[in-house]
């Protein structure tokens, strides 16, 4: 089964930067679509953003469009998530998970990770 571990969520002034990391283990998630998530408090969990297995194809909520960028670097973490320019809306805990190759904003895997906590503060 695999295990997702992300990282790099912290507090930050909008208008900061971060860049989340995600680790697994159990599975090599190479081959697979790739994805960020985030669940706001008392919301639901929403898609962010996706990657193709190799790397050619990019998805995004309209909401973070020009200001989030999602990589991966299939001989390291499977996917990265650099956030620019963030606002207080941003903050919510992030997850990773692999992504449905039909629909690349619906997650994969039903089990996730605890996810990296973004605060944004205005």
């Known amino acids: 089964q695999v295990q997702l571990v992300e990282s790099g969520g912290g507090l930050v002034q909008a208008g900061g930067s971060l860049r989340l990391s995600c680790a697994a283990s159990?599975?090599?998630?190479?081959?697979?679509?790739m994805g960020w998530f985030r669940q706001a408090p008392g919301k639901e969990r929403e898609f962010v953003a996706a990657i193709n297995w190799s790397g050619g194809t990019t998805y995004y909520a309209d909401s973070v469009k020009g200001r989030f960028t999602i990589s991966k670097d299939n001989a390291k973490n499977p996917v990265d998530l650099q956030m620019n320019n963030l606002k207080p809306e941003t903050t919510a805990v992030y997850y990773c998970?692999?992504?449905?190759?039909?629909?690349?904003?619906?997650?994969?895997?039903?089990?996730w990770g605890q996810g990296t906590q973004v605060t944004v503060s205005s």
């Open positions: 998970n692999a992504c449905l190759m039909t629909i690349p904003s619906r997650p994969l895997f039903r089990t």
């Open positions: 159990g599975r090599t998630l190479s081959s697979y679509r």
